[in-house]
């Protein structure tokens, strides 16, 4: 018996070092990336500040999620706390007290948004620029523009916290604590695409949702432990097989053609910002994946 426990003490030790020393590694490895200096060039961008350009741009905000992360004021806000996985809060993306500097520039604004880094050109962590390096010069620009008429916020930002199981998830790219990681950093501005009702179109558009739902829209498991999975919205998934009003009806009040619910997780608001056209190319581009 006595050899018993000792073998299993030894077993259990030896877990628990390995365990110890494999986190050790995982939070000096992250933190080395976390304050990584990207060698990118300033990209030039012309803003044009009409009120066309505007008008464009406030819709564009909340069809790339701009204020369901940084709030409805732009002031920024803890979007989750956890005491493993630490807390995620937006910035003040305003003018006011906490917010930009007053040299942040057009330049500035293309970095942190096409690349996800800041003015030091380091990441700015969870800052989604793998999905947003997509979008064209002229969107952009337009939401440029209409961020230069956002009233100040006087708000400090809550400092960003890294939990351990963060570091985790995010060695094992599960949770995107890094997107400039997966931003291609040399892709020039894509070429602005002429809406339509079509799966180009809708391939441009959901870049939004690929964060969650994959670079495929397959689907995958909980983003977070105690989440719910991530549906498949291709023709392979259910949302796939709804036709296209069931879809857009679905993402208008947040209820399935079942009559459930979509989970807390999925940002169904946001999508309120898309056109009957916009949503229906989306859903034309899911079906075409197999």
Not at 147 to 162: A, I, Q
């Amino acid at each position: 018996m006595k050899k018993f426990f000792k073998i299993t003490g030894i077993v259990v030790g030896s877990i628990i070092a390995f365990a110890i020393i494999a986190y050790v590694v995982i939070y000096i490895n992250m933190n080395i990336r976390i304050a990584k200096a990207y060698d990118v060039a300033p990209e030039k961008i012309h803003v044009t500040y009409d009120s066309a350009s505007i008008a464009l741009g406030a819709r564009l905000v909340g069809t790339r999620a701009c204020n369901d992360c940084h709030g409805s004021d732009f002031g920024g806000r803890v979007i989750f706390e956890d005491g493993m996985i630490g807390t995620i809060a937006s910035r003040n993306i305003t003018r006011g007290k906490g917010g930009l500097s007053p040299d942040f520039s057009e330049q500035d604004w293309v970095m942190a948004v096409k690349h996800g880094l800041n003015k030091e050109k380091q990441p700015l962590l969870y800052m989604p620029s793998n999905e947003l390096s997509h979008l064209s010069e002229s969107d952009l620009a337009a939401i440029i523009a209409y961020m230069s008429t956002v009233p100040n916020v006087d708000r400090e930002n809550t400092p960003m916290r890294v939990g351990p199981m963060a570091y985790v998830l995010g060695m094992l790219d599960v949770i995107p604590v890094i997107p400039a990681e997966k931003t291609d950093h040399t892709m020039p501005f894509p070429t602005a695409i002429t809406p339509a009702v079509n799966a180009g179109y809708g391939k441009y558009l959901a870049v939004v949702c690929t964060n969650c739902h994959g670079p495929q829209l397959k689907g995958r498991g909980p983003m977070v432990p105690g989440g719910s999975p991530v549906p498949d919205l291709t023709s392979t998934g259910n949302p796939g097989k709804w036709s296209h009003g069931e879809f857009i009806k679905t993402l208008r009040t947040g209820v399935r053609p079942t009559g459930v619910k979509l989970s807390d997780d999925m940002p169904w608001k946001m999508t309120l910002s898309f056109t009957e056209e916009e949503l229906t190319a989306i859903h034309v581009y899911a079906q075409s994946l197999r």
